[in-house]
């Protein structure tokens, strides 16, 4: 299994040994240019960054332009794996679909379709039909309940792909205990940022990542020793992944 790290900085990427796999979103690359080499590096796969939107209630986004902004980039730099503008709950299906269609006939790429619950059962099965490589929304406040309380179900549906020999993506999917159990091909993760979030240490344990309040280790969350522990959250992270990769 992949696991795709999120969220990562200049000054992490370039203190790197080796590659590993980052996932960048569209919105954030596009403004910070002396990255994008250094994250290309690496195994890479990029978001489209539609969700930063929906996430901040922003309105009268230009969708069209947004796509050929995204079209011109993934050209660019030869991007081989990205997901589509994910905005089914903005604009639709059928224009979502016409989006996607739009950036694969531009790019002559296959793009990384999002399934989401609301969605329903047979757009799954009719995108697992369609494409060689789809993701599962697990993020956000519908998409993240319904995951997190239907284990079976989800292992039931990427089950159901992985016969078809099709890949699935856990978008926003670190449930540690169930990544030994559900059959992904990838997932990302910003977990390692939660420092910042709820004062968390994190350590490798050889199979998986123990999170340790910062309160119980005797550190108080102050901008300094945040950046020291995401720093460590990072580092333990990579151990996993490339556990993950070899294991999972």
């Given amino acids: 299994m992949i696991v795709y790290l999120a969220g990562t900085n200049k000054k992490q990427i370039e203190s790197l040994q080796s590659p590993i796999s980052v996932l960048e979103s569209f919105a954030y690359m596009k403004k910070h240019n002396d990255t994008i080499d250094l994250l290309l590096a690496n195994n890479f796969i ?78 799954y099965k009719k995108l697992c039909e369609e494409y060689n490589y789809i993701a599962i929304g697990a993020s956000g406040r519908h998409d993240s309940k319904w995951t997190r309380t239907n284990p079976e179900k989800l292992n039931a549906l990427v089950c159901y792909a992985k016969n078809k020999n099709v890949k699935v993506h856990g978008l926003g999917y670190t449930c540690l205990k169930q990544l030994h159990i559900i059959p992904f091909h990838s997932v990302d993760s910003t977990t390692w940022l939660n420092a ?53």
Avoid: C
């Avoid at 269609?101 to 002559?108: F, Q, R």
């Fill in 196 to 248: 910042g979030k709820f004062g968390e240490y994190q350590k490798f344990t050889g199979s998986s990542i123990k999170k340790i309040q910062a309160g119980s280790i005797g550190m108080k969350t102050k901008k300094g020793i945040i950046d020291a522990m995401n720093e460590n959250n990072f580092n333990e992270w990579i151990k996993f992944q490339k556990y993950a990769e070899n294991n999972l």
């Fill in 46 to 123: 990029l978001d489209s960054g539609a969700f930063t939107f929906i996430g901040q209630n922003k309105k009268n986004v230009n969708w069209d332009q947004y796509t050929n902004e995204y079209i011109n980039f993934i050209n660019k730099h030869k991007i081989k794996k990205y997901f589509e503008l994910d905005i089914y709950s903005v604009i639709g299906i059928e224009k979502t679909e016409q989006l996607r269609n739009k950036i694969e006939k531009a790019t002559g790429v296959q793009s990384i379709p999002v399934w989401h619950i609301f969605l329903g059962i047979d757009y």
